[in-house]
C-alpha cells in the first residue's frame, strides 16, 4: 500500500479517555487492573481479576435516545469515533467516507440482562430493543447515522483479530479507490458474570492471586488473560488528499494480511508456523526495500497465556532472530488486559506512540521474561529508546484468525 495515512485515533479504555492519556500510561507501565465483580460469589471465581473503563459519560458524545437504544460496546465506539475524527480535524464526505469495525462479543451482555428478566420475571419487563442493542453491526451503524455518512458500512468479527483486521479492511478499501476515507477500528465491553466463569474454566483466564501479576506477557510466571475492555478508532484518509489539507499524519498503512492458522479452535499451531506466514505476507504487501530487515520494533499480540506467548516468540524468533541486535517487541495487554475486539487497534495506538516518540513502549507488569525469548528483546519496566521507522502489529485471535500489519512513520 502506498496511498493510506493515519489522522486521526480516538480511544476509551481502562488507561483512560483520550490518546494523551492513554499514551502516557502505556510509558509508565501503568496497570490497571481490579477484582472483577464477581469475585467470592461463585466457587472457581477467587482470583478473577478484570480492566474496566472508568468515567466514560455517554452523554458527552450522543443524545439519550441513542444511549437508551445501544450496548455499552456500541457506546465506546461512538465515543472513540468521535475523538478520532476530531483529532483528524476533517469534514466527512458522507459519499465517500466507509465505517468498517470489527467485535467479537458485541451486545452479548444485552442478551444476556434480558433472557434474565425473562427467566425470572416472565415477558413483560423485556425490553423491545434487544435485538438493536445486541447484534455487532449497530456500533458501526450508529457511527453511520450519527454523522450521516452513506459510503460503505461493514463489520467484522474475527476473535481477537477483529479491530486490526477492520482496518486492514478499511485501508485496502480506499487503496482500492471505493473510498476516499473510512472510520476503522473496533470494539468489546462484555462484564456478565458468565464470561469470567466459562473463562475460568476453559482455563484460558489467569489464576494469580497477586492483581500486578494478573496478566504478565512473555514473563515466567504468566498464568492467562484477563478481561479487559473498550475502543479505538482511526480515520484513514488517501494520503494524497491528507497532504494537501496539510493534516497532521501519525502513520501510513503499508501492509497487511489476515490468513487461517486452521489448527485448533483456541490455541495456535505449535510452531508459529502460520503466525510467521502472516506477518511475512504483511510485508510482502509492504514492499520494504530490507523486508522483515527494514522493521525497527514489533507490537506482539502477547496475551500472557502458557502455551500462546510460546508460539508467537517462535515465529518472531525465526522472522527476526537473525539480527546483530535483538528485535525490541512488546505487548500491551499487559497494562490493560485483553480487550477482544478492540485488542489490534490497541496495539497499533502503541506503535504509532512508540514511533512518535522513538521510544518502544514497555510491557507493563513483566518482570522475568522467558527464556524461549533470547533472539528478540521483551522490552519491560520503561520505554526503549531507539529509532522507530516501521513498526508491525499482530493480532491473532480464537479459530486461528491470524492477522498483521506494518505501519510507518509520518
Not at 476530531?86 to 464526505?93: H, R, W
Request: with cysteine; glycine share 10%; hydrophobic share 40%.
Amino acid at each position: 500500500m502506498d496511498n493510506v495515512a493515519i489522522t486521526g485515533r480516538g480511544v476509551i479504555s481502562s488507561l483512560g479517555l483520550t490518546m494523551e492519556d492513554f499514551n502516557h500510561a502505556l510509558n509508565t507501565a501503568h496497570v490497571a487492573v481490579e477484582a472483577s465483580p464477581w469475585v467470592g460469589k461463585q466457587h472457581g471465581l477467587e482470583h478473577q481479576w478484570v480492566s474496566l473503563v472508568k468515567g466514560f459519560d455517554p452523554a458527552k458524545y450522543m443524545d439519550e435516545r441513542t444511549v437508551r437504544g445501544t450496548d455499552l460496546f456500541a457506546r465506546f465506539s461512538i465515543g472513540a469515533a468521535a475523538e478520532a475524527i476530531n483529532d483528524a480535524g476533517v469534514e466527512l464526505d458522507p459519499l465517500r467516507t466507509a465505517v468498517v469495525f470489527g467485535t467479537c462479543m458485541s451486545g452479548i451482555d444485552a442478551i444476556v440482562e434480558e433472557q434474565e428478566k425473562l427467566d425470572r420475571d416472565g415477558p413483560e419487563p423485556v425490553s423491545g430493543k434487544m435485538q438493536i442493542k445486541a447484534w455487532p453491526n449497530m456500533a458501526a451503524a450508529q457511527i453511520a447515522m450519527i454523522w450521516q455518512l452513506h459510503g460503505p458500512l461493514l463489520t467484522v468479527s474475527t476473535a481477537c483479530a477483529s479491530s486490526l483486521d477492520a482496518v486492514g479492511i478499511a485501508a485496502r478499501m480506499i487503496e482500492a479507490g471505493q473510498c476516499d476515507m473510512a472510520i476503522a477500528g473496533g470494539a468489546d465491553a462484555a462484564r456478565s458474570q458468565i464470561f469470567a466463569l466459562t473463562g475460568g474454566k476453559y482455563g484460558i483466564y489467569s489464576t494469580a492471586s497477586d492483581p500486578m501479576k494478573a496478566c504478565i506477557p512473555f514473563d515466567v510466571e504468566r498464568s492467562g488473560v484477563i478481561n479487559g475492555e473498550g475502543a479505538g478508532f482511526v480515520v484513514l484518509e488517501r494520503a494524497d488528499r491528507a497532504r494537501k489539507r496539510g493534516a497532521t499524519i501519525h502513520g501510513y498503512i503499508r501492509g497487511y494480511s489476515c490468513i487461517a492458522d486452521a489448527s485448533h479452535p483456541s490455541s495456535p499451531e505449535a510452531e508459529g508456523t502460520w503466525e510467521q506466514r502472516t506477518m511475512e505476507l504483511a510485508l510482502e504487501e509492504a514492499r520494504l526495500p530490507r523486508g522483515a530487515d527494514q522493521v525497527d520494533a514489533v507490537i506482539a499480540h502477547g496475551t500472557g497465556t502458557p502455551v500462546g506467548d510460546i508460539v508467537e516468540v517462535k515465529a518472531l524468533s525465526r522472522l527476526f532472530g537473525k539480527r546483530d541486535e535483538a528485535i525490541p517487541i512488546m505487548s500491551p495487554k499487559g497494562n490493560f488486559g485483553h480487550t477482544v475486539g478492540a485488542a489490534g487497534i490497541m496495539g497499533l495506538f502503541a506503535g504509532l506512540h512508540s514511533m512518535q516518540q522513538n521510544a518502544l513502549v514497555p510491557t507493563a507488569g513483566t518482570n522475568n521474561v522467558i527464556p524461549e525469548a533470547k533472539q528478540v528483546r521483551v522490552v519491560t519496566h520503561e520505554p526503549a529508546p531507539t529509532p522507530i521507522k516501521t513498526v508491525q502489529v499482530n493480532a491473532f485471535g480464537f479459530g486461528g484468525q491470524d492477522s498483521s500489519m506494518v505501519v510507518t512513520e509520518a
